[in-house]
């Protein structure tokens, strides 16, 4: 009892109900996640809840699931990338253009593609950095360049025929009856978390996006992190798009876009959970399979296919609120 005959409030309660909170949050994406698998399986016990339905989902999502991993990159050190999806649709067609039209061997046409990544991350990078253009202006204007050269490379047609070796890696082999895209979308994962919690370069990503005058100050090379984090950016789009080309068999100049909005979707997403204020990569791929699946649920039932839109925007919008909410509520390197 204290002085006045109240009885203290301790510190162990108090820190019990906030480690409760803390997990309750960390948990609550992936736990809304088996709530809407339970719905959808109660409303299609014979068709949703299928090994083979969740082998295609995982599959078929891969290459959004590795574009969202690109995306955290650059936001994390505070910028924008709305060029990763035209990236994708780069990197597969240069494949089908090389591949299948050339007669180059896969392998040379996998460098390539990467290299082409590398390539728009370096050019995203000069004009957002030496010039102090809006990261979002910049890789806008490189989304419609690299979207017409796309089609005078294609014709603006789908390139059938790549070579099935790729095909076989990514889609024709399994593990546990899962396509193997799904475990380079999770090997990535791992990688990122270990460059983001344990490297001395994911610090100073996550100082940089935090404040970028005050990681200047404490002798971070702000430029050279910023133009790092636009050029891994661009090469992991490249790979997901060699994802992609192995997911299709084929190259398309034009659905590749169609990954954008749902990748942004769910890195802002991804970060209100697993480490709540933070993009990380658990969080996005957990979010990534959450959007794929409630894509999937309603696709099934018969919903129209402007829902989707509709689904993949409202999704954004609510990620980006959250997230803001959360960067009042304690320190964020979000936006």
């Known amino acids: 009892m204290s002085m006045d005959g109240s009885t203290p409030i301790t510190a162990a309660p108090l820190r019990r109900r906030w480690l409760t909170l803390q997990l309750a949050e960390r948990l609550a994406l992936p736990a809304v996640w088996a709530v809407l698998i339970i719905g959808f ?12 339905n969740f082998a295609i989902l995982f599959a078929s999502y891969a290459p959004g699931a590795v574009l969202s991993l690109a995306i955290i990159v650059p936001l994390t050190a505070g910028d924008f990338d709305l060029s990763v999806g035209a990236t994708l649709t780069l990197s597969s067609c240069i494949i089908g253009v090389l591949n ?9 046409t996998l460098i390539v593609a990467i290299a082409a990544g590398a390539v728009v991350g370096a050019v995203n990078a000069f004009f957002i950095i030496f010039f102090r253009i809006p990261s979002l202006v910049v890789t806008l204007g490189t989304t419609s360049l690299m979207t017409g ?21 990514v889609v024709g082999l399994r593990l546990f009856g899962v396509p193997l895209a799904f475990y380079y979308a999770l090997a990535l994962a791992v990688v990122l978390f270990y460059v983001f919690e344990y490297v001395p370069l994911g610090r100073r990503l996550l100082f940089v996006g935090r404040g970028r005058e005050v990681a200047r100050l404490n002798g971070i090379a702000v430029a050279r ?3 790092g984090a636009l050029i891994a950016s661009g090469v992991l789009s490249a790979g997901a798009g060699i994802v992609y080309a192995g997911v299709l068999g084929s190259a398309d100049p034009s659905s590749g876009l169609n990954f954008l909005l749902p990748a942004f979707a769910a890195a802002f997403l991804g970060a209100t959970t697993i480490v709540p204020g933070r993009f ?16 999937t649920g309603l696709s099934m039932l018969g919903i129209p296919l402007w829902v989707t839109n509709v689904f993949n925007g409202g999704a954004l919008i609510l990620a980006v ?3 803001q909410l959360t960067r009042g509520r304690e320190a964020s390197d979000i936006g």
């Open 280 to 295: 990380n990569p658990w969080g996005a791929i957990v979010a990534t399979y959450f959007l794929a699946t409630g894509i």
């Open 100 to 108: 299948v039209w050339g007669g180059v061997p896969i392998g040379l």
């Open 321 to 323: 609120t959250v997230s």
């Open 225 to 227: 992190v910023r133009a």
């Open 149 to 169: 050269i796309v089609q005078l490379m294609t014709d603006s047609s789908t390139i059938g025929g790549i070579a099935p070796s790729l095909v076989d890696a």
């Open 41 to 52: 399986g109660i409303v299609l016990p014979d068709s949703f809840l299928t090994w083979g």
